[in-house]
C-alpha cells in the first residue's frame, strides 16, 4: 500500500474516532448526565450538630503506656488487632492508639485479639 493510501485511511478513522467522541459528548449533554450542579453541596451548621456526641473515638498513644481516662482499648496500627483489659496480650503490646470502646475500634477497621 502506498503511503498516501496510509495516510488517507489514517485521516479518515481519526476523523470517524473524532465524530463519534463529540456525539457522545453531546448526546450526554443533552441527556443531562453531564450537567453541572446549580449550588455547592451545604454543610450542617454548628448549632444542627448532636450536643454531647462524643467526638473523639481514639486517642493516640504518647509513649509511656498509660491508660488514659475513658480509652482502656489497646490498638496495635501494624497488626491491626486490638487488645483489651484482661486479655493475654495486653500488658506487653505497645499502643499506637487508645479507644473509647470496641465498637469504635472495629468501626475503624481492627480486628479483636483471639486471645
Given at each position: 500500500?502506498?503511503?498516501?493510501?496510509?495516510?488517507?485511511?489514517?485521516?479518515?478513522?481519526?476523523?470517524?474516532?473524532?465524530?463519534?467522541?463529540?456525539?457522545?459528548?453531546?448526546?450526554?449533554?443533552?441527556?443531562?448526565?453531564?450537567?453541572?450542579?446549580?449550588?455547592?453541596?451545604?454543610?450542617?451548621?454548628?448549632?444542627?450538630?448532636?450536643?454531647?456526641?462524643?467526638?473523639?473515638?481514639?486517642?493516640?498513644?504518647l509513649?509511656?503506656?498509660?491508660?488514659?481516662?475513658?480509652?482502656?482499648?489497646?490498638?496495635?496500627?501494624s497488626s491491626?488487632i486490638?487488645?483489651?483489659?484482661?486479655?493475654r496480650f495486653?500488658?506487653?503490646?505497645k499502643?499506637?492508639?487508645?479507644?473509647?470502646?470496641?465498637?469504635?475500634?472495629?468501626?475503624?477497621?481492627?480486628?479483636r485479639?483471639?486471645?
Amino acid at each position: 500500500m502506498s503511503t498516501t493510501a496510509t495516510i488517507l485511511r489514517r485521516t479518515v478513522l481519526l476523523a470517524l474516532l473524532g465524530l463519534t467522541v463529540v456525539a457522545t459528548v453531546w448526546s450526554l449533554r443533552r441527556r443531562g448526565d453531564l450537567a453541572v450542579p446549580v449550588a455547592a453541596p451545604e454543610w450542617p451548621k454548628f448549632d444542627e450538630i448532636e450536643v454531647g456526641a462524643p467526638t473523639t473515638t481514639w486517642v493516640p498513644a504518647l509513649g509511656d503506656d498509660v491508660v488514659p481516662d475513658g480509652f482502656p482499648v489497646k490498638v496495635k496500627l501494624s497488626s491491626g488487632i486490638f487488645h483489651v483489659p484482661g486479655g493475654r496480650f495486653y500488658e506487653r503490646t505497645k499502643a499506637d492508639r487508645w479507644y473509647a470502646t470496641t465498637g469504635a475500634a472495629e468501626a475503624d477497621g481492627y480486628r479483636r485479639s483471639k486471645t
